[in-house]
């Protein structure tokens, strides 16, 4: 019993050490778990299809640092078509080269969902590409016909990758801030650009709109959305806001100011760090769903060129910033300029030159493609053709009816028929394509082999499936065509950013105006919006001279941001909708779009009714076309009030952004030692061959309010500006701010397969967020650039490739020489016949005497 009872007591003892031991114990590192939605990868695309019998998509994704990763599971909800062959028919998984999955396409019975634990090793911080790749093959119809049965969608929506780690969320530092700006997990928040006060002056735009430039370069392919976020001063009475305390639209924020601004937000210790051009970065607090990571990155200065050294290099992406949370930026402002994006002149490129890798199809149906980027002044010229030159091979026992396909654009290009005759190879095989179906920027060539089996249409798996092969050196043949821009023309803005932005004529985008008028700061959310869409498709950062207000008109091409009724009537001089009239449909559009954003949609009949409405106040005042809405010089005068007053008080902010544009432009001048009266010239050779080779096309309102169901609620109008100058505005409005946010939002979704962005057309763009439908307007008073003037091979090519488009004006020419020719002929004639018959009167009167 004595033994038992102290069998006991050691027990109790040894239980109470254990307890103890465990309260002790140091708290445990919760798990961090971040769930990321695929759709998060591509702008507003629920799903992706993969067709025919085999077929590739890369997805990429940006993650963010974590520390500790244990592991990552893939999430796939998929669904494929019911004619594959079960035992043909599979989808391949592969995360950074490395496989990790085949996934079955057996017969529809529904969605399949699919879960894939990954190693933590095959994910890494940054850049990731998960690929999805198909074979599939047709149950019964074993033919061309039967491949477009064929066909696989996941679900991005329904699918995620989950990133598990033990030890939660690193602290973030400038090295890997932009990791965390490009990242998917946080891919649906914008990019905060906060400023301090409760106006934004031209500083902090120019500033804001460099920083959202690189934040577009950063992003990819993904429609980058900017906010301007104004931090107010310390109220009456209460505390001044900080960091941690301030009302943020997200995790991902940049605060941009001098130090004595900025140092009540930061706080005394953190603005005395401030000895210099600063970068710094510090964590947010979680969020209340528990999620972290957020940030806010802080550039400063003493002055405002301090802020202008710190903003230039955290905009820099082609330099890294260091592994520390801050720096005092002392290397150099100025850094060489990185080379220019890839595009192709005239020349012959293979196509391992552009991305295209040898590839060999066992099948029916082959579909493959690659790209072409022209250059901003690509003008093709009709009779010019672009040569493919086809090297390539077939095996297998292929029937009549096989042909290879291209398409330039989605639109059918060339064919070229395969046969045995060729022995099965496909040598230098030549492929005019119409240059007219190419563009400048980027261009898509879609190449489609078709290729019938000899055995009709029974699937005998023992035969051999025909066998198609491309080669990589297969080659595209530009020939020369014509540096020439015709302006306005969004096409080339959306794909180029031409003219503000890219190279043109073998120089870089001279800088542009950055104009914004209009107090509210969804305005400048705006511009920052469209600057960072811009250089996406220059490649580079763009030099840019801000202003806030209107002051006059701008001295070179300009971007104008603006609530319609604010704007003055300079900017709508020749703009192609007037002023009021575009004021009333944009303020119908809003009511349309804000009842819809509301969960209470307008009826078909009161839409059609306020359409109505709208024709009717436009009839009978059609000579009003510059009448200025009721307000509008009220607020604008108050723009140039605001205007007058920022300037003065920072020294002349459009003077040193005027400077430092004017720095990034002189190693690309290229034409300074052209005399004035030289360029005079030029300018009216371009003004007459204007004149006789482009037709205007007015802009017929009314009809903008017939055939849509539903009205635009924002405008991007390109027109010349007033002057002799060949200068470009671009103005972007709306009626109000939350009709501005709405629609910029709306830039970045898909409708039928295409963003809105890429519907840009002409000399207008309206469109709404009711709708994924953007209504083009064709250009008005369009004008041409000649970008190598001094080039007679280049006169030459623009004045063949003008001529062609005025059939006209041609057979004017050629009427007109022909009768010249004709009575220079007759002339000719008649004088050695008088000729003639003047020496032989002479010869008969001498043997006479």
């Known amino acids: 019993m004595r033994n038992h009872t102290g069998v006991r007591r050691a027990g109790w003892m040894l ?61 796939l909800t998929y669904e494929n078509g019911i004619d594959i062959l079960p035992e043909k028919g599979a989808m391949s998984v592969f995360i950074n080269g490395s496989p990790v999955a085949d996934l079955p ?88 650009i906060l400023y301090p006060g409760s106006e934004i002056d031209a500083d902090h735009l120019g500033w804001g709109s460099m920083v959202a430039q690189s934040y577009g370069l950063l992003l990819g392919d993904r429609t980058p959305r900017v906010v301007a976020v104004p931090v107010p001063a310390k109220p009456a009475g209460g505390a001044a806001p900080t960091l941690e305390s301030l009302p943020l639209p997200g995790g991902k924020n940049i605060l941009i100011g001098t130090r004595d601004r900025i140092a009540p937000i930061l706080g005394e210790a953190r603005a005395a760090a401030i000895t210099g051009p600063f970068l710094a970065v510090y964590p947010l607090p979680a969020a209340g769903d528990g999620t972290g990571g957020g940030f806010v990155a802080v550039a400063s200065g003493r002055t405002q060129q301090e802020v202008d050294q710190a903003v230039m290099r955290l905009s820099d992406v082609t330099r890294p910033l260091p592994t520390q949370t801050a720096m005092i930026v002392a290397d150099a402002p100025a850094p060489a300029a990185p080379p220019p994006p890839p595009v192709q002149a005239e020349g012959r490129y293979r196509l391992s030159e552009l991305g295209f890798q040898t590839v060999q199809h066992s099948g029916y149906r082959y579909t493959g493609h690659f790209g072409l980027t022209l250059p901003a002044g690509f ?11 086809v090297n390539g091979a077939f095996e297998g026992n292929l029937g009549p009816g096989a042909v290879l396909n291209v398409r330039v654009n989605g639109k059918a290009a060339g064919a070229m028929e395969v046969d045995k005759r060729s022995s099965g190879v496909i040598e230098n095989g030549e492929m005019p394509l119409a240059m007219a179906l190419f563009r400048p920027g980027p261009n898509l060539i879609e190449v489609e082999a078709e290729l019938p089996p000899a055995g009709g249409t029974d699937c005998v798996f023992a035969v051999r499936r025909p066998t198609f092969t491309l080669l990589d050196s297969s080659s595209i043949e530009i020939p020369g065509f014509a540096r020439l821009v015709t302006l306005p023309n969004l096409r080339g803005f959306a794909s180029t950013a031409y003219p503000y932005g890219g190279v043109a004529g073998g120089e870089p985008a001279p800088p542009f105006d950055l104009v ?321 018959s003047g020496g032989e009167s002479s010869v008969g009167e001498g043997s006479g005497s």
């Open 516 to 836: 914004v008028v209009g107090r509210d700061p969804a305005w400048s959310g705006a511009a920052w919006s469209l600057t960072a869409k811009l250089a996406q498709r220059a490649g580079d950062l763009m030099a840019v001279v801000p202003y806030t207000g209107w002051d006059g008109a701008p001295n070179d091409n300009a971007l104008i941001v603006g609530p319609v009724a604010a704007l003055p009537q300079a900017v709508f001089a020749t703009a192609p909708l007037p002023a009021d009239r575009l004021a009333g449909l944009l303020e119908a559009g809003s009511l349309i779009a804000q009842a819809k954003a509301r969960g209470e949609p307008m009826a078909a009949a009161d839409r059609r009714a306020l359409a109505d409405r709208l024709r009717l106040g436009w009839s009978g005042n059609a000579a009003r076309t510059g009448a200025a809405r009721p307000g509008a010089t009220a607020q604008t005068s108050g723009q140039i009030g605001l205007m007058g007053s920022a300037m003065a008080a920072d020294g002349g902010t459009a003077n040193r952004w005027q400077r430092m544009a004017g720095d990034a432009r002189e190693p690309a001048a290229g034409h300074g030692w052209l005399p004035d009266w030289a360029r005079r010239v030029v300018a009216a050779a371009a003004r007459y061959i204007n004149h006789w080779t482009v037709e205007d096309a007015p802009v017929d309102v009314v009809a903008l309010t017939e055939t849509a169901e539903t009205l635009p609620e924002a405008a991007l109008l390109q027109y010349r500006a007033p002057g002799n100058d060949p200068l470009t505005w671009t103005l972007l409005t709306a009626s109000d701010p939350r009709a501005i946010d709405r629609a910029m939002r709306s830039l970045g979704e898909a409708g039928q397969g295409e963003k809105q962005w890429d519907k840009l057309r002409g000399g207008g763009a309206l469109w709404s967020s009711a709708a994924p439908a953007v209504t083009t307007l064709e250009a008005s008073r369009p004008y041409q650039i000649i970008l190598n003037p001094f080039d007679i091979g280049n006169l030459i090519l623009i004045l063949a490739r003008n001529l062609s488009q005025r059939i006209e004006v041609l057979f004017a020419l050629l009427l007109g020489t022909a009768v010249v020719l004709t009575v220079s002929m007759r002339l000719l004639l008649k004088g050695g016949h008088r000729e003639r």
């Open 379 to 389: 003008a093709p010229v009709s009779d010019r053709s672009i040569l493919f030159h």
């Open 15 to 75: 239980l109470a050490l254990l307890s103890l031991w465990i309260g002790w114990a140091p708290p445990v590192l919760a798990a961090d778990k971040r769930v990321i939605p695929l759709s998060n990868l591509r702008d507003d695309q629920p799903d992706v299809t993969l067709n025919g019998e085999t077929e590739t998509v890369v997805l990429r994704a940006v993650l963010p640092p974590v520390v500790g990763l244990t592991s990552a599971v893939l999430a």
């Open 105 to 192: 396409l057996s017969a529809f019975r529904g969605p399949v969902n699919a879960s894939i634990t990954l190693p933590g090793s095959l994910i890494r911080p940054g850049e990731n590409q998960i690929v999805f790749q198909t074979s599939a093959q047709h149950r019964a119809i074993c033919t061309v016909r039967g491949t477009y049965d064929l066909w696989a969608r996941v679900n991005l929506a329904a699918s995620s990758l989950t990133l598990l780690s033990d030890g939660g969320v690193p602290e973030p530092d400038l090295a890997m801030m932009r990791q965390l700006l490009a990242s998917v997990d946080r891919a649906r928040e914008p990019l905060a």
